[in-house]
């Protein structure tokens, strides 16, 4: 599966208790449409992802960033503190690819691209 979507925050690693690291973050899903009446209407999904494969990539992963994800997704099923069944998607991301915006501070350049004043991260070893 592909999503093509915005950063709503930072990414954040996580340590868990057997000391793998997995990199959290959560993107918005656009999706425009026409009502009955014709007005344009915009419904927006979150989706919480996780990707295993690096945590250097964290770093790059800021609010707002256009980025690529490539994965599965899954259901996460649980018993909220109110005592409340539970479920949230979760898409777990195989390989991703920043396709710019967010901080641009930390936002990597490549040799070729930094003389024509564009930032991209295509050739980052994640």
Not at 55 to 70: H, S
Request: proline share 3%; hydrophobic share 30%; with cysteine.
């Amino acid at each position: 599966m592909e999503i093509t979507a915005r950063l709503t925050r930072d990414a954040q690693v996580k340590t868990l208790p057997d000391q793998r690291q997995v990199v959290g973050f959560t993107v918005a899903l656009n999706k425009k449409f026409k009502s009955k009446n014709g007005d344009v209407k915009e419904n927006t999904q979150y989706v919480d992802c996780s990707y295993w494969l690096g945590q250097r990539v964290a770093q790059y992963l800021t609010k707002g960033t256009l980025v690529g994800l490539y994965g599965d997704m899954g259901v996460n099923c649980y018993v909220s503190s109110d005592g409340q069944p539970r479920a949230n998607l979760t898409f777990h991301v195989n390989d991703l690819k920043i396709h710019g915006g967010g901080k641009r501070e930390n936002q990597p350049t490549t040799k070729a691209n930094t003389a024509q004043g564009k930032e991209a991260a295509d050739d980052l070893p994640f």
